[in-house]
T-cell receptor, first 113, second 111 residues
Framework: NAGVTQTPKFQVLKTGQSMTLQCAQD?????MSWYRQDPGMGLRLIHY???????DQGEVPNGYNVSRSTTEDFPLRLLSAAPSQTSVYFC????????????FGEGSRLTVL | TQLLEQSPQFLSIQEGENLTVYCNSS?????LQWYRQEPGEGPVLLVT?????EVKKLKRLTFQFGDARKDSSLHITAAQPGDTGLYLC???????????FGKGTKLTVNP
């Protein structure tokens, strides 16, 4: 049972470098989203998508880009990493019913030096 | 802006004690969910409430949605060490697709 798969689990970057966090789900979910989790701040929504070709901003979108070319994949791109982007990132998906369960990946821990 | 305020932020109790965690907002939510997260893992759904005044029970856990759909509570009876974790409430306003989370309550149940 794969569910939501995130890669990599750990990554260290230098300021200014770029990278992509990968997220894939095998549940045919229309809705996918990215959150970041920082100590004392809970989970904050970065970007979300309600289907292929459709993306929208969450609470903290600056510094991040997303695209949704397929139902299964929702990558998160950092074009020029900053120390403030050091965090644990979670990808999550759910079906069309908006009260449905949000299924989370195991998280990707990113450190920007 | 943090829409959902959770209290307390930290809670450390002895096995067998009861506890209540609160989730409050000035906004009205069309639905509210509670998740539990363990270290190194993603959150996992415990319950969804959608009707004002709704009460749901999950074994020793009781969840309540306020009548005005602005607040919720989680009550645990006779807490056990296995209940240790981070409890997060999350709400959805109106027809919004966005699910907004509170900052969480970190619960430690000592044997």
């Amino acid at each position: 049972n794969a569910g939501v798969t995130q890669t990599p689990k750990f990554q260290v970057l230098k300021t200014g470098q770029s990278m992509t966090l990968q997220c894939a789900q095998d549940m045919n979910h229309e809705y996918m989203s990215w959150y970041r989790q920082d100590p004392g701040m809970g989970l904050r929504l970065i970007h979300y998508s309600v289907g292929a070709g459709i993306t929208d901003q969450g609470e903290v979108p600056n510094g991040y880009n997303v695209s949704r070319s397929t139902t299964e994949d929702f990558p998160l791109r950092l074009l020029s990493a900053a120390p403030s982007q050091t965090s644990v990132y979670f990808c999550a998906s759910r079906g069309l019913v908006y009260t449905g369960e949000l299924f989370f990946g195991e998280g990707s821990r990113l450190t920007v030096l | 802006t943090q829409l959902l305020e959770q209290s307390p932020q930290f809670l450390s109790i002895q096995e067998g004690e009861n506890l209540t965690v609160y989730c409050n907002s000035s906004s009205v939510f069309s639905s509210l969910q509670w998740y539990r997260q363990e270290p190194g893992e993603g959150p996992v759904l415990l319950v969804t409430v959608v009707t004002g005044g709704e009460v749901k029970k999950l074994k020793r856990l009781t969840f309540q949605f306020g009548d005005a759909r602005k607040d919720s509570s989680l009550h645990i009876t006779a807490a056990q060490p296995g209940d240790t974790g981070l409890y997060l409430c999350a709400g959805r306003e109106g027809g919004s697709e966005k699910l907004v989370f509170g900052k969480g309550t970190k619960l430690t149940v000592n044997p």
